[in-house]
């Protein structure tokens, strides 16, 4: 027998995602007693990360601390949290479906989008392990780890150029890494110039170290750049599909778009929070989108149950 809509398990709101963004609204939304539910896939974008940094009050802490101390402060509220998988959304006249991994389904009013990014990483050999400790993408996450030592940007074209010149903020000492011809405009290659960064357009064989920290970059000619930190510019994809899943405009460069304020995207009940929304991609920027989203989705309750 077909369950039928009625049936189905109805949430005010649901959230999917439980990083800094899922979490502080799953906060913001449970002291507004709505029935909220939290689904996450256990799948989080700083998991290579050894502390986290930059998160007032939380400078320096693992960032699972950050999340298990998020959800702790859930249980008052009564908001449930669920480690599974969300596979499926479908709107449905005011209202969204979601289908679990297993197959059941849920119903809520509003949705809220938490899922965050994938960073899709160079494919150097030795790149992986050091990820997270002596390998990072962001400057304000772990630039300040690195300062004064031996940097090394790997990039190319202009977002190379950029970055190695961001690098120069914590370190007089950089290179950038090209890993083949790096075929810069002038002005760029002066300016790297000007500010004493050497580019090495030798092609790399592997990263070398011990216990995840890098001591060298080695070329496929056996030659080697000594460096104790490799700063690289990743490339980031959504999280999950589900925003595109359920037709909100999505593009490569901003992410999941919002259409106006408190973040609801194009599609009317759907929000979204964090990095899935690319803004300044930093914890406490996915936080405060959090609680923001949960703000506008309180209203738009109210809206509709006191008009
Ligand atoms: C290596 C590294 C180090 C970093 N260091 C710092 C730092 O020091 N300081 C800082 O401020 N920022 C740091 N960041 C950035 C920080 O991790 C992100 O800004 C932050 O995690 C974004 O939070 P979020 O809630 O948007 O996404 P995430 O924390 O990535 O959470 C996404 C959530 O969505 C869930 N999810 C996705 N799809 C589904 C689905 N279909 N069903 C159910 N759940 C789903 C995931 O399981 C997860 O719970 C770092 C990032 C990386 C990669």
Not at 51 to 60: A, I, N, P, Q, V
Not at 133 to 140: T, W
Not at 178 to 194: F, H, I, M, T
Not at 250 to 272: C, I, L, N, Y
């Amino acid at each position: 027998m077909s369950t039928s809509r009625e049936d189905l398990l109805r949430y005010d709101v649901i959230i999917v995602g439980a990083g800094p963004a899922g979490l502080s609204a799953a906060l913001i939304l449970g002291r507004c007693r709505r029935r909220v539910l939290v689904c996450d896939s256990r799948r989080y974008r700083n998991d290579a990360a050894q502390l986290m940094h930059g998160f007032l009050s939380r400078d320096g802490v693992p960032p699972a601390e950050l999340r298990r101390i998020g959800r702790e402060q859930l249980a008052p509220y009564g908001v449930e949290i669920r480690d599974v998988t969300v596979v499926d959304l479908r709107a449905e006249r005011r209202q969204f479906e979601v289908t679990l991994e297993g197959g059941e389904r849920l119903v809520c009013r509003k949705l809220l989008l938490a899922t965050g990014l994938v960073d899709r990483l160079p494919e150097l050999p030795g790149l992986a392990e050091m990820y997270g400790k002596s390998v990072h993408h962001c400057p304000y996450c772990d630039g300040w780890e690195a300062r004064d030592q031996p940097i090394g940007v790997y990039g190319q074209g202009c977002t190379g150029v950029a970055l190695a010149l961001n690098m120069k903020t914590w370190s007089r000492d950089v290179v950038l890494f090209s890993d083949g011809p790096a075929s810069l405009p002038e002005a760029d290659a002066a300016r790297l110039a000007r500010h004493e960064i050497a580019v090495r357009e030798e092609r790399i064989a592997r990263l070398e170290g011990k216990d995840g920290m890098l001591e060298r970059v080695v070329f496929t000619d056996g030659s080697a750049v000594a460096r104790r930190a490799l700063f690289v510019k990743a490339r980031q994809e959504q999280g999950s599909e589900l925003a595109r899943k359920l037709r909100c405009e999505v593009t490569e460069e901003r992410g999941v778009e919002t259409a106006d304020k408190h973040e609801e995207t194009t599609v009317e009940g759907v929000f979204v929070a964090g990095d899935a929304s690319k803004d300044v991609l930093l914890a406490i920027m996915a936080a405060a989108e959090g609680a923001d989203a949960a703000f506008g989705i309180n209203c738009a309750l109210q809206e509709e149950d006191l008009a």
